[in-house]
């Protein structure tokens, strides 16, 4: 059985300068950030010497995890931290410990065991739980493809801003971004809720969600007349799509007047940095029915990280275990 190993999500950050998404990288940075020089150390050691009692061979990526978790929380903060919990926060920090947990193989209960001693001390304290645990294999369907859109949800404000500005530059990664979230929509869309099962509560979540996405990407994004981009549908408008998410995208996406700048732009642009016909065709979208080919194409596009622009390609790593 092939299974996905997921993202590694600050390569993006590192390697491709998605500055538009910098702030979260930011933030995951510092939810990941050694725990060993931290002045509350000794505080979370014996916490997670009670969470983590099953020997096991990852018992020190399981300690390290919990300990990484219960500082994020900030219940032994002496200043009391988690009491500037924002939604957004929380969003982030439990797209974190889905990462974390899915990348070092950590057990739910770990989690869940973390989060109910942050809970139960707020509780003593009479303040309102700020940041629930969020159990996203029991909320959703394909739960990675959720926090993609979210990141991309929560990040709206600031891609308008871009796709609205007045630059003579086309910004070429942010087209592949919009295109790769745009897929994953509708491909969530199309197997998960053509036909929506009211007594199936994951089905369901997922989409509610996927409304959501949808009403922010329509209030944000579409619609919209821009000098720069042409934003696509969300729904089943094919032609609108290709126009923009072509491997050739670049040129057919843009304004006749922008379109007729590149030439010029691609003349300018220096060695080493992407040219406008440098994106590549849209990776496949993570698929059960699809691992070998999944496995083919993320590979060689994380091995080929300099030239890979699809943001699956980022945001995913793969590793085959044979069970």
Not at 29 to 56: A, M, Q, S
Not at 107 to 128: A, G, L, M, T, W
Not at 251 to 273: C, F, R, S, V
Not at 306 to 317: E, N, P, Q, V
Request: aromatic residues 14%.
């Amino acid at each position: 059985m092939i299974q996905l190993i997921i993202f590694d999500i600050i390569l993006i950050n590192k390697y491709f300068m998605y500055d538009f998404l910098n702030d979260i990288w930011k933030k995951y940075d510092n939810f990941d950030k050694p725990v060993e020089n931290d002045r509350h150390y000794n505080k979370y050691i014996p916490v997670c010497d009670l969470i983590v009692t099953k020997p096991n061979e990852n018992i020190d990526n399981h300690k390290n995890f919990c300990m990484k978790l219960v500082r994020n929380l900030g219940r032994y903060s002496p200043t009391f931290e988690f009491l500037n919990f924002t939604p957004e926060d929380c969003t982030d920090l439990n797209n974190w410990v889905y990462n974390s947990m899915k990348k070092y193989d950590i057990p739910d209960n770990i989690s869940v065991k973390c989060f109910q001693d942050y809970i139960d001390f707020v509780s003593k304290i009479n303040v309102k739980t700020l940041c629930p645990y969020y159990p996203y294999d029991d909320m959703y369907e394909e739960p990675i493809n959720i926090i993609i859109l979210k990141i991309f949800e929560s990040n709206m404000n600031i891609i308008q801003k871009i796709v609205d500005g007045t630059y003579d530059y086309i910004n070429f990664p942010l087209i592949t971004y919009i295109c790769e979230c745009i897929k994953i929509y509708k491909k969530m869309y199309r197997q998960y809720c053509r036909i929506v099962d009211a007594d199936n509560a994951k089905r369901k979540g997922t989409c509610d969600m996927l409304y959501i996405f949808k009403m922010a990407y329509n209030s944000f994004l579409f619609g919209k007349i821009y000098k720069n981009y042409k934003i696509p549908s969300l729904d089943n408008d094919e032609e609108e799509y290709l126009s923009m998410c072509q491997p050739d995208a670049p040129k057919l996406a843009l304004t006749k007047e922008m379109a007729e700048k590149i030439p010029a732009l691609q003349d300018a642009t220096q060695d080493g940095e992407r040219k406008s016909d440098d994106i590549p065709p849209i990776s496949t979208v993570a698929d059960e029915n699809q691992g070998s080919s999944i496995s083919r194409t993320l590979s060689t596009a994380v091995g080929t990280m300099a030239g890979a622009s699809s943001i699956i390609a980022l945001l995913y790593k793969v590793t085959q275990n044979c069970i």
